[in-house]
């Protein structure tokens, strides 16, 4: 047998990631360098508590949409004021 992975979707350019977010799985294509993101990290965090790594397909992000929007935006800006104290507006927490 040989260890080979997954070929990437054809419309994910190299150097990102399919990444599907909330109860609706919308996708998302995001640059791999995102997942060392400390913001990102905290969303990985919350995938492996409610995924437990026994989730099949590609990535997925358990939260709000509008809320992964803002953090992308928030990563984009590297913390231009979106996120005082590294913490996340109440009404964006993070389910």
Known sequence: ESCTSPKPSPDVPKGYLAVSVGSELRRFII???YL???VFKILLEKAEEEFRYNHNGGLTVPCEIETFKYL????E???K???VENSVPKQL???
């Open 81 to 83: 004021g979106c996120l």
């Open 93 to 95: 927490e993070i389910h």
């Open 77 to 79: 800006n590297h913390y």
């Open 72 to 75: 992308l935006k928030c990563i």
């Open 31 to 33: 640059p791999t360098s």
């Open 36 to 38: 060392t993101h400390p």
